[in-house]
C-alpha cells in the first residue's frame, strides 16, 4: 500500500501522484514513489501522462496544465482513468511486458 488518499475525481488528482500509483499497482518498477513527493505538479504529471502513453499504451488525454488547476474536470479525469482499466482490468494480474495474463480466475 502506497497511502494514497483518493477523495474525489478532480483536485486529488492535481498533483500527479494518484496517477503515477496507478501506474505502480500495473507495473511498479516504471515509477520512484520517493521523488515524486519534491517535484512541481506539473512535473509528475507529465511525467505520469508520458509512462502511461509510452510503457502503458494508455493514450494521453490530458495535459499537465488541464489537472494542475483549482477544480480540474471530473468528467475529463475519469474518461482518463477509465483508459487504465480498460487496458488492465485486473493491474495485480500483469505481465512483465505490460500486458494482461491469461488468467482465468482473474477476479477475487
Not at 500500500?1 to 477523495?7: A, C, T
Not at 511525467?47 to 468528467?75: H, M, N, Q, W, Y
Amino acid at each position: 500500500r502506497l497511502g494514497i488518499q483518493i477523495k474525489d475525481f478532480g483536485p486529488s488528482w492535481r498533483n500527479g501522484i494518484a496517477f503515477h500509483s496507478m501506474i505502480y499497482a500495473i507495473r511498479p518498477e516504471l515509477v520512484d514513489m520517493d521523488k515524486l513527493k519534491g517535484r512541481s505538479n506539473r512535473e509528475n504529471l507529465e511525467e505520469a501522462f508520458s509512462i502511461a502513453e509510452s510503457e502503458l499504451g494508455i493514450p494521453r488525454l490530458l495535459d499537465p496544465e488541464d489537472v494542475d488547476v483549482d477544480k480540474p474536470d471530473e468528467k475529463s479525469i475519469m474518461t482518463y482513468i477509465a483508459q487504465f482499466l480498460k487496458h488492465y482490468p485486473d493491474p495485480h494480474n500483469t505481465a512483465a511486458d505490460g500486458q494482461e495474463d491469461d488468467v482465468s480466475d482473474s477476479y477475487y
